[in-house]
């Protein structure tokens, strides 16, 4: 009991407002009425058995002076038989002992209820206490008293007395029923617990009251607290009173209001960089696509030109490809940002589409290709190609050989049936290392979280990590045998931009290749892991479902498919480390 009193704090802190309201309420009333009702069934029942006790002492008192005074000193049986009648005939109807000497010096005990009252049913230390002699003095004036105390006998309690008349005379006992105080009490004592009942089912209903007058309240503002966290700004609350509460509703309001323009401020200023951007990459195309075709031609006259001009000439051109590059995934990021971009499903032999992916740059030499023929998925080949170009590029620009990818399935459980697959844990961001740098075949080390890249699967309402009901997920790892990512990085992996090394700002890659990776593993509802082996090097883990058919008509908002022109985002790899 004491364990269970000392957790129930704790106990309470886990359970709604409301009970723990009535609770208190039913705790405070509950020892108000116990106490109450247990002081007042104290005070009646010392009042009823002391009333009854002094009424029945005096009497008896008086019956035995008055019934003894006319016997003889030594009194026949029959003499104290009659008056121990006629002292039990009174008014209070207990049974009474006298015990006396006759005239022959027998002992003689005259009892009015032989079943009842003998000089065996009275306490042993009742008789001594009536026969002891005390000593006569100023502060005492008797040699005996009248003793008294309570019995129980059977179920039934009775009240005992005695007392020895002074000057020589008989000893007589008394025996009164208190059966009629006891169920008096009684009755008091369940009228005092109906009484404490009562009051603990009104403490309820008035806790039931007052929690329900403050906690509707509390329940409008934790309802306008959750739509204000969906998304709808405009959500305020009805002031009534000028009272604690109502001070609390005026302040959500207004901490509601500056919300709500906050975020519009935002939301235009984000949407007028998007615009921005859009804009600056667009109108980037005409003149880049003008330099590029004048860069080709000086490439292909690179042979007949002086030898001083020549380098720069092979600068011009390397630079302007960077450009383009750079414009083309300017162009990408702002389509996952806007929310516009979409997949266009398409039956994929994965085994075909990796080999595709490392033929089209010349990787079969440089690659372990660890996969089962006949593992087909519905993917986006577009976007899964130009994640692949962005692993596997990344691990040969920036890991060291070999470099291994590996592809496998999972079931909806998340089991691999490859045991020997690598594990990893999740990371990710942009980085730049000692071997950093980038080009066609380099590609930032990612990992992250959904919450990092727009048009993910929290806009199609779908697990970041792919699982899809009553459907398996496909796993591809890339792995390299370089010398890892360092642990600061890896929070970062997956950032636009992110130089892991403010001493090589400058690298062939614009730092977005992995994070256009990792959006497009979002917008098939999948994922991209980054983690460092125990035994040396870094591993990239691609997880996406068998069938992303669910998220393509959440990805199609307004048209045809969006099929961008080839660039760094879906023929080469691009990115920082």
Not at 258 to 279: G, I, M, N, T
């Amino acid at each position: 009991m004491l364990r269970l009193l000392g957790r129930a704090p704790g106990l309470l802190r886990w359970t709604s407002l409301r009970l723990r309201l009535v609770v208190v309420f039913a705790l405070v009333a509950l020892t108000a009425a116990v106490s109450a009702s247990g002081i007042a069934y104290w005070l009646n029942r010392n009042t009823v058995l002391d009333r009854t006790q002094n009424a029945v002492l005096k009497d008896f008192r008086k019956s035995l002076e008055d019934s003894t005074r006319s016997l003889p000193l030594r009194p026949r049986c029959a003499e104290l038989q009659d008056a121990a009648r006629q002292m039990a005939a009174g008014p209070q109807n207990y049974a009474v002992l006298l015990i006396g000497v006759d005239r022959s010096g027998k002992p003689c005990a005259a009892t009015t209820d032989k079943d009842l009252l003998t000089l065996t049913t009275v306490p042993d230390s009742l008789r001594k206490a009536v026969n002891e002699v005390r000593p006569v003095d100023e502060s005492n004036r008797y040699a005996h008293h009248l003793y008294w105390q309570r019995k129980q006998i059977g179920d039934t309690p009775y009240l005992v007395a005695g007392a020895k008349v002074i000057g020589g005379g008989p000893t007589g006992y008394m025996m009164k029923s208190l059966a009629t105080e006891r169920q008096d009490l009684n009755s008091l004592a369940w009228s005092l617990g109906i009484a404490t009942a009562l009051a603990l089912v009104g403490s309820a209903l008035l806790a039931q009251a007052a929690a329900t007058t403050v906690l509707r309240p509390v329940q409008r503002l934790g309802h306008a607290a959750r739509q204000l966290g969906e998304g709808r700004l405009d959500t305020r609350l009805r002031v009534t009173g000028t009272d604690e509460l109502a001070d609390l509703s005026r302040t959500f309001n207004r901490t509601a209001e500056r919300l709500e323009q906050r975020v519009e401020e935002l939301s235009a200023r984000e949407a007028a960089s998007r615009r921005f951007v859009a804009d600056m990459s667009h109108e980037l195309r005409t003149p880049l696509t003008a330099i590029t075709a004048v860069s080709e031609v000086l490439e292909e006259e690179a042979d007949s030109l002086d030898p001083m001009i020549a380098p720069a000439v092979q600068l011009v051109v390397s630079e302007t490809r960077r450009l383009n590059d750079l414009v083309e995934n300017l162009m990408e990021v702002t389509r996952f940002d806007a929310g516009t971009a979409r997949l266009v499903l398409d039956d994929v032999d994965v085994a075909d589409q990796v080999t595709a992916c490392i033929d089209a740059r010349a990787w079969l030499d440089a690659v372990d290709l660890d996969a089962d023929r006949g593992i087909v998925a519905r993917l986006d080949p577009r976007r899964l190609d130009v994640i692949l170009a962005n692993l596997i590029g990344n691990a040969l620009k920036h890991g060291g050989s070999p470099v291994r990818v590996s592809v496998r399935t999972e079931d909806a459980t998340g089991e691999e049936p490859d045991a020997t697959a690598a594990t990893e844990t999740p990371g990710g961001a942009d980085q730049e290392g000692p071997a950093a740098g980038t080009g066609p075949a380099g590609a930032c080390r990612t990992a992250g979280g959904p919450e990092q890249a727009a048009g993910g699967p929290e806009r199609a309402g779908e697990p970041a990590d792919g699982t899809r009901p009553g459907g398996g997920r496909l796993v591809i790892r890339v792995r390299d045998h370089g010398p890892g990512i360092p642990e600061e990085v890896l929070p970062h992996v997956f950032d636009r931009f992110y130089k892991a090394s403010a001493s090589r700002p400058r690298s062939e890659g614009s730092g977005l290749g992995l994070s256009i990776a990792l959006e497009n593993a979002h917008i098939h509802g999948g994922e991209i892991t980054a983690a460092n082996l125990p035994e040396g090097g870094a591993v990239f883990t691609l997880r996406l479902p068998m069938d992303a058919s669910p998220l393509a008509d959440d990805t199609r908002r307004d048209g045809s498919p969006d099929r961008p022109g080839p660039g760094p985002g879906n023929n080469g790899t691009e990115g920082e480390r």
